[in-house]
Nanobody, 127 residues
Framework: QRQLVESGGGLVKPGGSLRLSCAAS????????IGWFRQAPGKEREGVSC????????NYADSVKGRFTISRDNTKNTVYLQMNSLKPEDTAVYYC????????????????????WGQGTQVTVSS
């Protein structure tokens, strides 16, 4: 059974950092593009970042560019989202998702293209 499990969320003060992890089980991430998404209360889910199967290409939403970094360790079957300089508006449930792709580039969003989703992890940025 294909599963993704996010972890690393929590409560952090503005300006702080968190690292989210997305661990896969039941399948290998070697042939998957991974996307991170988030959904704030009362808002639609939005794309945050993506990374290609080899990690060679990444992309970010303008709202997080320069603050968030996506990376992957295929030996651990895990993708990470390092979030620095967090702001209250980053508060949301964060989800990772996987889709089979051999593409050498990725675009942020497009959740309809992703077949496998994690359960989400809450990130709250508040003083």
């Amino acid at each position: 059974q294909r599963q993704l499990v996010e972890s690393g969320g929590g409560l952090v003060k503005p300006g702080g950092s968190l690292r989210l992890s997305c661990a896969a089980s039941g399948f290998t991430l070697d042939y998957s593009t991974i996307g991170w998404f988030r959904q704030a209360p009362g808002k639609e889910r939005e794309g945050v970042s993506c990374i290609t199967k080899s990690g060679g290409r990444t992309n970010y939403a303008d709202s997080v560019k320069g603050r968030f970094t996506i990376s992957r360790d295929n030996t651990k079957n895990t993708v990470y989202l390092q979030m620095n300089s967090l702001k209250p508006e980053d508060t949301a449930v964060y989800y990772c998702a996987a889709r089979n792709s051999l593409a050498s580039f990725c675009t942020v969003g497009g959740e309809e293209r992703f077949a496998t989703w994690g359960q989400g992890t809450q990130v709250t940025v508040s003083s």
